[in-house]
T-cell receptor
């Protein structure tokens, strides 16, 4: 069974551009989470989607947004990129929202030049 | 506000040693705690999930315990191997937020032959 898949693996952008990151959850999982892992800052919660709705959001500016599609895959969009947005972006999924194990993808390494 | 601390930050041991990694959290009203492993530049692999009603969970050479009253969890690794070298992260839900996990900074483990 396929795990959580993320694309692209690496993404290089310049300041001010927009980045789109994609995530496909494990089959049967309805909840998708996005985390940012920047050097020196650890893992920070970004967004949680469940059944197509945004359920929770971390302390990030509105230029970080996303959506979940009917097939439960998800997209993270980062507008007006800044240098400090350079990080590993990790997507995770779980069977349902709640006290379930989180399964992570391998991440998208975003570099903003 | 949930805060998660991991001690030690780094550990270097010879192969075969039994190890204890520590995790402490400030809000004891958690319903579970998870331990993850992360290899350099990669995503997270879920190791163990301990529900609040449980005291410990075991998987192979790994054993994790949870003491909510003291706000502590430990990950015990028996007979360490070079392949165990990685960063180990614990994560607890934030207060009232089921799916907003707060991660510790991790313990970077190096097991040398």
């Amino acid at each position: 069974e396929a795990g959580v898949t993320q694309s692209p693996t690496h993404l290089i952008k310049t300041r001010g551009q927009q980045a789109t990151l994609r995530c496909s959850p494990i089959s049967g999982h309805t909840s998708v989470y996005w985390y940012q892992q920047a050097l020196g800052l650890g893992l920070q919660f970004l967004l949680w989607y469940d059944e197509g709705e945004e359920r929770n959001r971390g302390n990030f500016p509105p230029r970080f947004s996303g959506r979940q599609f009917p097939n439960y895959s998800s997209e993270l969009n980062v507008n007006a990129l800044e240098l400090e947005d350079s990080a590993l972006y990790l997507c995770a999924s779980s069977l349902i929202g709640g006290s379930e194990k989180l399964f992570f993808g391998s991440g998208t390494q975003l570099s903003v030049l | 506000k949930q805060e998660v601390t991991q001690i030690p930050a780094a550990l270097s041991v010879p192969e075969g040693e039994n190890l204890v990694l520590n995790c402490s959290f400030t809000d004891s009203a958690i319903y579970n705690l998870q331990w993850f492993r992360q290899d350099p530049g990669k995503g997270l692999t879920s190791l163990l999930l301990i529900q609040s009603s449980q005291r410990e969970q075991t998987s192979g050479r790994l054993n994790a315990s949870l003491d909510k009253s003291s706000g502590r969890s430990t990950l015990y690794i028996a007979a360490s191997q070079p392949g165990d070298s990685a960063t180990y992260l614990c994560a607890a839900p934030t207060s009232g937020g089921y799916n907003k996990l707060i991660f510790g900074a991790g313990t970077r483990l190096a097991v040398h032959p």
